[in-house]
């Protein structure tokens, strides 16, 4: 299926002077079009202004409906978006689904026992980054039912004459780096939470949070 344009906007809430405050963002892909995101004006005008394409659609219960294109102009300055050519200072993107508000929740506080654990996840971090990946040695166990040549008191004497050889460490492969940028994002954006006076429990979602975090973590270390 040919693609329809490079977003797809399908829900959008206005404000007192009917400019875009959030609006429902998809992308058209092979697979299909996505579930969608929340943007604002200012990054719907951006896009189109640098040249990526923009169009309504749909909700038809099991499928969408191609709408019209989002054009965008300024005023003394100021961008506006519509499907129209009509330049007046309002956005206008025709009769697709409009809500009263898509503003998103701002999240919970954390607790000061949330920011120490964060703090701790960090620390854990910054040690396996640390730690270089070193080769796992050949095995060189006897096969199955056959016996050394040499006694244990021999082989014991030869191994006191050779040198200990050390493996070089090896880089992190760029899997695991990436792995491990994304763990610090989660942990930034966790941080930027803001921090309550007085603790409250964590809420279910935050202690499973925390709780895929020390698993992410015990993993990495098992690779070390």
Request: hydrophobic content about 30%.
């Amino acid at each position: 299926m040919n693609q329809w344009a490079n977003y797809l906007i399908s829900e959008v809430s206005y404000d007192q002077n009917h400019l875009i405050s959030m609006a429902k963002r998809h992308e058209d892909t092979e697979t299909g079009i996505t579930n969608g995101q929340f943007v604002d004006r200012i990054k719907i005008s951006s896009d189109i202004a640098n040249g990526l394409s923009y169009i309504t659609i749909y909700n038809r219960i099991s499928t969408w409906k191609k709408g019209n294109k989002i054009h965008f102009f300024r005023i003394h300055g100021q961008p506006y978006v519509r499907i129209d050519q009509n330049k007046v200072n309002q956005d206008y993107l025709g009769d697709i689904l409009e809500v009263e508000s898509l503003a998103i929740p701002e999240p919970e506080e954390a607790t000061p026992e949330q920011i120490a654990r964060l703090e701790q996840l960090e620390k854990q971090i910054a040690k396996l980054e640390s730690k270089p990946i070193k080769k796992e040695p050949k095995s060189t166990k006897n096969p199955r039912g056959s016996l050394p040549k040499k006694t244990s008191l021999e082989l014991s004497q030869e191994l006191d004459l050779v040198p200990e050889q050390v493996s070089e460490p090896e880089e992190a492969t760029p899997e695991q780096i990436a792995r491990l940028e994304q763990l610090e994002k989660q942990i930034a954006k966790l941080e930027s939470k803001p921090i309550k006076k007085e603790p409250e429990e964590a809420t279910p979602e935050q202690i499973a949070r925390l709780e895929q975090l020390e698993k992410q973590i015990a993993k990495l270390e098992s690779k070390i």
